[in-house]
């Protein structure tokens, strides 16, 4: 027997697979056979002083309490209204608080999610409906509007279980272009849509006011605009969502930079008035300054003098004045009620995203479990949709597969050092000209394709050539590490354009009478 004198234990068989152990299974926790650390680390101040014993004591105990939510978590109501919080299921609440998912182990969230996502895939399908975008203006014609609203129209149009996809919830179409979409058009317009969020061309985002003023932090973050409220917009957030869902389900990240508060509220969790500094400091300073006013030698005889808000209006995060409460315009700020006035302001900043906010809540809810994200801090909410910004090369190395060439030629070793010596601003545009995304996974199974790296048979010195749909990079020979940095420097920050081997652009040129109706629909 193939197992003979190896001290099996155990065999386990299926019908494509057999396992074998050689020893028991460990039922520890781990924690009993870890090597005690001599010093705490720098970081965590407040534990510094606190015998070794005692802070295992405290893990011990965590892990614990993570073990028995994990357990346990179905029988919690994990969105509980304050209507259902009794004496009895009160603590359902506290469950879910911020201060307590930062202590769950991560397997409490982790697990769940990916089982539920599991259970309620679609299977026997390689993609979605298929959606029709126009790019580029044809024949004179007006500019398409954005890829966003072209797309949005389309997909919140559609039945949410046709778009639980584990690789493309929709297929692209292309209008005027040479592009079949086989997952790269489906990938390079989300990354498209995500630009687009974060400049001019949309107004759904804005950027938050610390990067307005140009001080404090999140200066490179954005908010959702709490002034677009109508019926359109409300489906645009919905759609919003819809992305962010799409994003967990297909283990493909978006590179959007919303703020902490955001995920905050995405997360389920409320807004504080630390968050509101987070974006907003000179807000901040401005509303303690109102409060404490009478610190200044400030009295109700020169309060105006000094504040030049006369009513219960208050600024708003895209810099407007509105009223904190109904009819604020004509209730007088005084020096007398002026704490009145700053609890109204900063329950009014606290709250101005919430209408937004439950709507691209709406649209994760139909693509993804939102209850289980009940368990999610903002910061893990944000790396499991968002992945890592940093590119990292040791994780690409470790996804790369080569062909037409062995990984120890001098090509390859080129290739690692180049891309080594890149920025990440310009390894983020490597990414894109490879796989047309700008992010990758946090975890490395999360990468469902493999990066291909192929040695082509082209003249020498020329410029490389890729394959989005299927993450695949050609180089042809070259010779100089020099010339190669160069020609790929070159393509990634020139090469706007997919699969542009005409075959799509015939075919619609062949059909521009069957889409006329269509374009019509999607231009401005």
């Known amino acids: 027997m193939a197992f003979s004198g190896k001290n099996i234990s155990k065999v386990t068989a299926g019908r494509s697979h057999s396992a074998a152990w050689a020893t028991s299974a460990d039922t520890s926790s781990g924690l009993g056979e870890s090597e005690p650390f001599s010093t705490v680390p720098a970081q965590y101040t407040a534990l510094h002083g606190i015998p070794n014993h005692r802070?295992?004591?405290?893990l011990l105990l965590l892990n614990n309490f993570s073990n028995l939510i994990y357990s346990s978590w179905r029988l919690f109501n994990l969105q509980p209204n304050s209507s259902d919080l009794?004496?009895?299921?009160?603590?359902?609440?506290?469950?879910?608080?911020?201060?307590?998912?930062?202590?769950?182990?991560?397997?409490?969230?982790?697990?769940?999610?990916?089982?539920?996502?599991?259970?309620?895939?679609?299977?026997?399908?390689?993609?979605g409906p298929q959606i029709v975008v126009k790019r580029i203006a044809i024949g004179g014609k007006k500019r398409p509007k954005t890829i966003f609203s072209q797309i949005s129209s389309q997909v919140v149009k559609l039945k949410p279980a046709d778009l639980r996809l584990p690789a493309r919830a929709w297929?692209?179409?292309?209008?005027?272009?040479?592009?079949?979409?086989?997952?790269?058009?489906?990938?390079?317009?989300?990354?498209?849509?995500?630009?687009?969020?974060?400049?001019?061309?949309?107004?759904?985002?804005?950027?938050?006011?610390?990067?307005?003023?140009?001080?404090?932090?999140?200066?490179?973050?954005?908010?959702?605009?709490?002034?677009?409220?109508?019926?359109?917009?409300?489906?645009?957030?919905?759609?919003?969502?819809?992305?962010?869902?799409?994003?967990?389900?297909?283990?493909?990240?978006?590179?959007?930079?919303?703020?902490?508060?955001?995920w905050k509220l995405l997360a389920g969790l409320s807004?504080?008035?630390?968050?509101?500094?987070?974006?907003?400091?000179?807000?901040?300073?401005?509303?303690?300054?109102?409060?404490?006013?009478?610190?200044?030698?400030?009295?109700?005889?020169?309060?105006?003098?000094?504040?030049?808000?006369?009513?219960?209006?208050?600024?708003?995060?895209?810099?407007?004045?509105?009223?904190?409460?109904?009819?604020?315009?004509?209730?007088?700020?005084?020096?007398?009620?002026r704490k009145e006035y700053v609890e109204r302001a900063l329950l009014y900043r606290m709250n101005e995203f919430y209408k937004q906010a439950e709507a691209v809540r709406s649209g994760m809810a139909s693509i993804i479990p939102l209850p289980i994200l009940s368990f999610y801090t903002a910061e893990r909410l944000e790396q499991l949709v968002c992945g890592i910004p940093e590119i990292s090369v040791s994780l690409l190395k470790q996804v790369a597969r080569y062909r037409e060439i062995e990984e120890g030629h001098r090509l390859i070793q080129w290739l690692w050092e180049t891309i080594e010596c890149f920025t990440n601003a310009e390894r983020i545009l490597f990414l894109r000209f490879?796989?047309?995304?700008?992010?990758?996974?946090?975890?490395?199974?999360?990468?469902?394709?493999?990066?291909?790296?192929?040695?082509?048979?082209?003249?020498?010195?020329?410029?490389?050539?890729?394959?989005?749909?299927?993450?695949?990079?050609?180089?042809?020979?070259?010779?100089?590490?020099?010339?190669?940095?160069?020609?790929?420097?070159?393509?990634?920050?020139?090469?706007?354009s997919i699969d542009m081997d005409n075959y799509m652009l015939t075919r619609n040129t062949d059909n521009t009478m069957e889409v006329e109706e269509e374009d019509d629909s999607i231009q401005s």
């Not at 802070?55 to 405290?58: A, C, G, I, M």
Request: glycine share 6%; proline share 6%.
């Open 55 to 58: 802070l295992r004591d405290r």
């Open 86 to 127: 009794g004496t009895v299921n009160s603590g359902e609440k506290c469950i879910t608080s911020s201060a307590m998912r930062s202590i769950l182990s991560p397997r409490v969230f982790t697990l769940p999610l990916v089982r539920t996502i599991g259970k309620t895939m679609v299977q026997g399908k390689n993609y």
């Open 171 to 262: 297929k692209v179409k292309l209008i005027g272009e040479g592009a079949d979409d086989a997952g790269g058009v489906f990938d390079d317009t989300i990354t498209e849509m995500c630009q687009e969020l974060q400049s001019d061309v949309s107004d759904l985002l804005i950027p938050t006011p610390n990067s307005l003023n140009d001080i404090g932090y999140n200066r490179d973050r954005y908010l959702l605009n709490p002034n677009l409220s109508d019926e359109e917009h409300m489906q645009q957030f919905k759609f919003l969502g819809i992305l962010l869902g799409v994003a967990v389900r297909t283990k493909k990240p978006l590179d959007l930079h919303l703020a902490p508060a955001i």
């Open 271 to 337: 807004l504080t008035p630390e968050d509101i500094e987070e974006t907003d400091v000179l807000y901040m300073s401005s509303i303690r300054g109102i409060r404490d006013i009478d610190e200044q030698g400030v009295n109700e005889h020169n309060f105006h003098e000094v504040i030049p808000i006369t009513c219960f209006e208050s600024q708003s995060s895209d810099g407007q004045y509105v009223p904190i409460l109904p009819g604020g315009k004509n209730m007088p700020l005084t020096f007398h009620n």
């Open 434 to 496: 490879v796989c047309g995304r700008s992010r990758l996974p946090v975890n490395l199974t999360d990468i469902g394709q493999r990066l291909q790296i192929i040695r082509v048979d082209k003249d020498e010195d020329t410029l490389p050539t890729s394959q989005t749909c299927f993450f695949q990079l050609r180089i042809p020979n070259y010779s100089s590490q020099a010339v190669m940095a160069e020609k790929l420097r070159y393509a990634i920050l020139n090469c706007r």
